[in-house]
C-alpha cells in the first residue's frame, strides 16, 4: 500500500505550538573555509588560504537551533566555561528566536570550541582542532544542572538529551532527568554516546549512528535483520520503546520494542557536509513526536531533514520551508519551490540566478482570477528574461486597491496558481499597495507591464533604467478583465 502524503501543514502549525526541553554539551563551531594552495614541507600537511570563516552554535546548542528552524520552541540546558568562547555561545543563543537557554557556569573548565579547517572547492574537512575537557562535571556543578533541568520539564511536551560525552549528562543527571519526565508523562528522546545503555533506562527512543550502535551491541549492524537482532538485548536493557540506528547514505533504520523494523533509505542528495546531521535528526524527531506524531511520521521527517541538512555547509540547521519542499510529492513540491516564504530566500534566489549570468525580470499585479490575458502578458514577461520573478499584492493591498469584496481568491490560493504556470519562475508577496520597495530590492533587468500603461505610469521604471535595465509593455487581450469576470461571475450580466 502506498504511504499516505503526510499533511506537513497541519503538522507544522502543531509543531508551532510545542516546546523541546533539550538538555546537552553545547560547543562553539567554528570553520575556516580556503583553498588548498600548497603542501607545507615541514609536516607535511596542507596549507590552507583562508578566504572566509563562520562561527555556528554546535552540540546540543545545534539541535536546539533546529528545533527553533523547524518551528517549534525550545527550552536549552547546557554548560559553559567562564571564558570568551562561553560568552559568545551565550550572546549568539539570546539572538536566536525560539530558543530560551539556561547555561549553568562551570569556571574550572573550558567551553568546548571545535575550528574546522574546509577546503572550499572540495568540500572537505582537512583539519580539526578541538579546545574540551571531556570528562564528567564535579558534583557541585552536577547539582545546579539537576537544579536547572527539574523545572522545566513540566514547561516542555517532550524531553531531548544530546550527549556529546563532555561531561553535562552524567548518569546522576540522566537519572534524575529521565525518571521526573516519565513521572510527569513527558517522551524522551536519547542521542547517546556511552555504550552503557543501562544509565538510558526508560528513555523512549534511542537514536545512535551506526557506529555507535555497533559498538554498544557488539554487532556489525550491516543489515536490517543484524540490527533488528541485535536490539532485543539492549532493549531490554534500556527499558526503551524504540531504537533508531542512522546510517547516513544507507538510510535509517528504526525498530519497535515488538521487534517490527522500518528502513526507509537515505534521500538521494549531493552531501556537502555532514556535520551537525544527526542534531537535525533529533530534533526532527523531538518536534514531531512532540505533537503526537506516530513513528511512521517522525521517521519520514527525521529523513528529509537530514538530506536537507547534508546538503549545506557548515554545522547546518533545517528550516520548515526546506523541510516542507523536501517532503512533500514532486507534482505538488514544483509550485511551492517557487513561492517566497522565507526572509532571505529571495536574495539566496537572486544571487544564485545573476551568479549564473541569468537575466531576472518582473511583473506584477493581483492576479485574483486568472485569466487568458494574465496569461499572455506572464508569457511574454518570460520570454524576455531568463528568470521571471513575479510580484504578488497581498490580500491587504487587494482590498484597500479594489475594494472590500475583494480579493475572490486568498494570497496564497493565488500565489500557488501563479507558481504553477510554467512562465513564472518566483512568486513574492508585497503589502504594500505598489511594488516600489521590491522593485528596488531586486533591481530587475526588464520590468514588464501589460500595453494599457505608458512606460511613464509603470511603477519603477525609473529604478529599473538607472540600473541599466528596460522597460517592456506587452499588448493586452482584449474582453478579457478580472473585474467584469466577477461582476458576471456574481449575477451582473455580460
Known amino acids: 500500500m502506498p504511504t499516505p502524503i503526510l499533511d506537513f501543514d497541519a503538522l507544522a502549525q502543531d509543531i508551532a505550538r510545542r516546546t523541546v526541553l533539550c538538555i546537552g554539551d553545547i560547543m562553539l563551531d567554528e570553520f ?6 600548497r603542501i607545507s614541507p615541514e609536516a607535511p600537511a596542507p596549507v590552507i588560504a583562508a578566504q572566509r570563516s563562520e562561527i555556528h552554535i554546535g552540540g546540543a546548542g ?16 547546557g554548560l559553559v566555561g567562564d571564558d570568551d568562547a562561553g560568552k559568545r555561545l551565550a550572546a549568539a543563543l539570546a539572538e536566536q528566536a525560539g530558543i530560551e537557554s539556561v547555561l549553568v557556569c562551570d569556571p574550572s573548565r573550558p ?7 574546509v577546503s572550499e572547492h572540495f568540500s572537505t574537512h582537512m583539519l580539526r582542532a578541538d579546545w574540551e575537557q571531556p570528562a564528567p562535571t564535579s ?9 536547572a533541568i527539574l523545572p522545566q520539564i513540566s514547561r516542555a511536551d517532550i524531553v531531548l538529551l544530546s550527549d556529546y560525552a563532555k561531561g553535562v549528562l552524567t548518569a546522576r543527571v540522566i537519572r534524575h532527568v529521565i525518571d521526573a519526565a516519565r513521572e510527569l508523562g513527558k517522551p524522551v528522546i536519547v542521542d547517546p554516546k556511552s555504550l552503557n545503555w543501562a544509565i538510558y533506562r526508560g528513555a523512549t527512543l534511542l537514536t545512535p549512528n551506526r557506529k555507535e550502535f555497533s559498538e554498544a551491541t557488539r554487532s556489525r549492524a550491516d543489515t536490517t535483520q543484524s540490527i533488528v537482532d541485535a536490539t532485543e538485548d539492549v532493549m531490554r536493557l534500556a527499558d526503551c520503546e524504540a531504537i533508531l540506528v542512522t546510517q547516513g547514505e544507507h538510510g535509517m533504520t528504526l525498530v519497535l ?64 520551508a526546506e523541510l516542507r519542499r523536501k517532503i512533500l510529492p514532486h507534482a505538488y513540491l514544483a509550485a511551492e519551490e517557487k513561492i517566497v516564504l522565507e526572509p532571505g530566500a529571495l536574495d539566496a534566489q537572486l544571487a544564485e540566478w545573476r551568479g549564473q549570468g541569468q537575466r531576472v525580470g518582473f511583473t506584477n499585479g493581483c492576479f485574483d482570477i486568472l485569466h487568458p490575458g494574465h496569461v499572455k502578458v506572464l508569457t511574454a514577461a518570460r520570454a524576455a528574461c531568463d528568470r521571471l520573478v513575479v510580484g504578488l499584492n497581498s490580500d491587504a493591498s487587494v482590498r484597500r486597491l479594489k475594494g472590500a469584496d475583494r480579493p475572490v481568491q486568498d494570497e496564497r490560493a493565488r500565489a500557488e496558481v ?32 501589460g500595453g494599457d500603461y ?15 535595465g528596460r522597460v517592456v509593455l506587452v499588448d493586452i487581450l482584449q474582453g478579457f478583465s478580472t473585474t467584469a469576470l466577477v461582476h458576471r461571475a456574481r449575477g451582473g450580466g455580460k
Not at 455 to 467: F, K, N, T
Open 32 to 37: 575556516v573555509y580556503g583553498e588548498v594552495s
Open 62 to 77: 545545534n539541535v536546539a537551533r533546529n528545533v527553533a528552524s523547524l518551528g517549534g520552541r525550545c527550552i536549552f540546558v
Open 111 to 117: 567551553t568546548t570550541r571545535k575550528v574546522r579547517f
Open 139 to 147: 558534583d557541585a556543578v552536577e547539582a545546579k544542572l539537576i537544579e
Open 257 to 320: 520494542r515488538n521487534g517490527e523494523a522500518v528502513h526507509v533509505p537515505a534521500y538521494p542528495v549531493k552531501v556537502r557536509d555532514v556535520s551537525g546531521a544527526g542534531d537535525t535528526v533529533a530534533a526532527a524527531l523531538a518536534v514531531s513526536l512532540a505533537t503526537g506524531a506516530d513513528w511512521d511520521t517522525a521517521l519520514r521527517m527525521a529523513n528529509a531533514a537530514a538530506a536537507v541538512a547534508v546538503g549545506k555547509q557548515g554545522t547546518a540547521s533545517v528550516s520548515a
Open 418 to 449: 501563479l507558481a504553477a504556470l510554467e512562465a513564472v519562475d518566483l512568486v513574492v508577496i508585497f503589502e504594500e499597495d505598489t511594488p516600489i520597495d521590491l522593485i528596488t530590492r531586486i533591481k530587475p533587468s526588464v520590468l514588464v507591464k
Open 454 to 468: 505608458t512606460r511613464e505610469q509603470v511603477v519603477g521604471h525609473e529604478v529599473v533604467e538607472a540600473a541599466g
